[in-house]
């Protein structure tokens, strides 16, 4: 299924009109599509590899928990990064990416302050060791 979405993201590229995520195309779609099932597809092969020995990363069991707070803060993270931004557009290269880091690395702090005190407290439910 990967490989087909792949190969008909590659043909729609190609053949009817270029990737574009501003006009969310049909060779767009189909290239999401493919990359998100593939990201899937590895997830889940690494779980049947490996059973039980990769544990979730604290980050992720954070977001898990908080998925609203999260997504809020992000949105609202977004409104501030494009009312500041105007024109982050015309600006070079490293500007961007230094936004995008900036912007990125906030948002898994803030999820990582907000699932902190609910992992310590299922740790200590549970009796483990707070890690």
Not at 27 to 33: F, G, P, Q, R, S
Not at 42 to 59: D, R, Y
Not at 72 to 101: H, R, W
Request: net charge neutral; hydrophobic share 55%.
């Amino acid at each position: 299924m990967c490989a087909f979405f792949w190969a008909a993201a590659l043909a729609c590229h190609v053949l009817v009109e270029p990737v574009s995520r501003r006009s969310a195309n049909g060779a767009y779609c189909l290239w999401i599509v493919g990359f998100n099932m593939q990201t899937l597809v590895l997830i889940v092969a690494g779980s049947l590899v490996f059973p039980g020995s990769l544990p979730s990363p604290k980050l992720c069991q954070a977001v898990n928990r908080n998925l609203l707070p999260i997504f809020l803060f992000a949105n609202v993270l977004t409104g501030a990064v494009n009312f500041l931004y105007e024109n982050l557009f015309e600006k070079s290269d490293q500007v961007a990416y230094v936004a995008v880091t900036i912007y990125a690395l906030a948002v898994c702090a803030f999820a990582i302050a907000t699932g902190a005190d609910e992992l310590a407290m299922e740790n200590r439910r549970v009796g483990r060791k707070a890690e």
